[in-house]
């Protein structure tokens, strides 16, 4: 917008990317302390606590005057989105019955797109004023829109899989019935929930030692991994810079951009909204793969337009332009919901909160670098940042064909066993019994855990 960049003073790559990326920079480190402090206050503390800073952090934001309190502003808001993010994650799974934690697990990406969606058009009503409310606007509205989630989340039942895990039984039982669990259901939760250690708070040292223990440091370092390259693909930097890319693109003047970028938030919540009615029905394996593969395809396409100069053509800007929608389509459709089910799901309750936090840290470090880097990227290079975008994405996929088991349809306390045998166990075995398929002698081959 002409007047905040008039006001801060943004024109550079260097301080645009700085504005972008600040309140990515404390939620990373907020993102580290949010699991443990779930563990210890409860989940619905510790989101509404981090709703609560956040508006603080918008409020600064919306009141300042210059560069530096701007950016005070957004530091103290990312500190409270790392509180609150990943913690959403764990208590979403933790309430949702099995047949639709992947469908429950979506609303939070569902609401994240129509934020997206509702700040760009904000946004492109407010580029034509000609006062300082063009820029002020966006950022009472967060406040607003943050308080009333954490007055909301004061009525919000405690996850009873953490209460059971904490030692008070009777309320899990309570909550597990308010929530419509049958009582067999929470006969069976219980039954997993206390083969579990009930261990109260722990300390930090213990909890990290926890989360790289034999016998879930795999998961750990999947759901790491997952949620890092979610962010190394280059979600967010089409998110951030939208308006910037599709000028890039050829579509001019900034209004238009705007315009587009709007459009694109609206499909993509279209697209969180189709997904939702699939994550129960097909594999999360299958969504990443296949996402990994076409956002990787949309991604080099992008660069390789560039990189030859077909951009320069009518036919090639239009092409860059469909490819951004694809990749926002296919990134809605599989890895915008899969990959933090995914990672939350996969972990046993005594780490779920500190390893979905730690993934989350991953997250917001990677999104930090991209988020700060883009614009000076952009500046040098057009194609480059399309293609480390899409070898990310492709070695994401390469990945998870090795490594990553199905979660679908199986409950939180029963996903044990899919790691109980190393990935490369798997394969071999795998490998041995095709090897013998047709022989007649009988094959036995037993892989245990080493």
């Not at 009141?63 to 957004?74: A, D, K």
């Not at 030692?167 to 909550?175: I, K, M, N, P, W």
């Not at 890319?245 to 969180?272: D, E, R, V, W």
């Not at 013998?436 to 081959?445: F, K, Q, S, T």
Request: glycine share 8%; aromatic share 12%; net charge positive.
């Amino acid at each position: 917008m002409p007047q905040f960049r008039d006001r801060f003073g943004t024109d550079s790559p260097v301080t645009q990317g700085l504005v972008v990326s600040s309140i990515l920079m404390t939620a990373s480190v907020a993102a580290i302390f949010s699991g443990p402090f779930a563990d210890r206050f409860s989940r619905t503390h510790i989101f509404a606590t981090g709703a609560v800073i956040f508006s603080l952090g918008s409020l600064i934001t919306a009141t300042s005057g210059n560069l530096g309190m701007l950016l005070t502003g957004r530091c103290i808001a990312g500190f409270g989105q790392g509180l609150f993010w990943s913690t959403i994650t764990v208590y979403i799974t933790e309430i949702a019955p099995t047949n639709i934690r992947g469908r429950l697990s979506c609303i939070a990406q569902l609401y994240i797109t129509m934020g997206i969606a509702l700040g760009y058009f904000v946004s492109y009503g407010c580029v034509k004023l000609t006062s300082s409310t063009s820029w002020r606007l966006p950022f009472i509205i967060q406040t607003v829109l943050s308080l009333q989630f954490a007055l909301g989340s004061v009525f919000l039942p405690h996850s009873p899989r953490w209460l059971q895990h904490v030692g008070r039984t009777d309320e899990a039982s309570r909550t597990w019935s308010y929530l419509g669990f049958s009582a067999i259901e929470v006969q069976k939760e219980q039954e997993f929930v206390q083969r579990q250690a009930s261990v109260q708070y722990v300390g930090w040292y213990a909890t990290a030692k926890m989360l790289w223990s034999k016998d879930v440091r795999g998961r750990t370092a999947l759901g790491v991994f997952l949620m890092a390259m979610q962010q190394a693909c280059g979600i967010n930097a089409i998110v951030y810079y939208a308006p910037i890319l599709f000028a890039q693109a050829g579509l001019k003047p900034m209004t238009t951009a705007f315009l587009a970028s709007g459009i694109s938030a609206l499909l993509n919540c279209l697209y969180t909204i189709v997904a939702q009615t699939f994550t129960d029905r097909l594999g999360r394996r299958s969504f990443v793969i296949v996402g990994g593969t076409m956002i990787s395809i949309s991604m080099l396409l992008i660069g390789t337009l560039y990189a030859t100069h077909a951009s320069e053509s009518a036919v090639g800007k239009w092409m860059i332009v469909g490819c951004l929608y694809l990749f926002l389509f296919v990134f809605s459709m599989t890895w915008g919901i899969v990959t933090r089910i995914y990672c939350t799901e996969i972990q046993p309750i005594r780490t779920r909160a500190a390893a979905t936090s730690l993934a989350q840290c991953a997250h917001w470090v990677v999104d930090w670098l991209i988020a700060f880097t883009a614009p000076l990227y952009l500046s040098k290079s057009a194609s480059g940042p399309y293609f480390l975008f899409g070898s990310c994405a492709l070695l994401t996929a390469i990945v998870c064909v090795l490594f990553q088991p199905e979660s679908r349809g199986i409950t939180l306390e029963g996903l044990d066993g899919l790691f109980e045998v190393s990935p490369w166990r798997k394969l071999l075995e795998k490998y041995v019994s095709r090897r013998h398929e047709g022989r007649e002698e009988p094959i036995a081959l037993t892989l245990r855990r080493a």
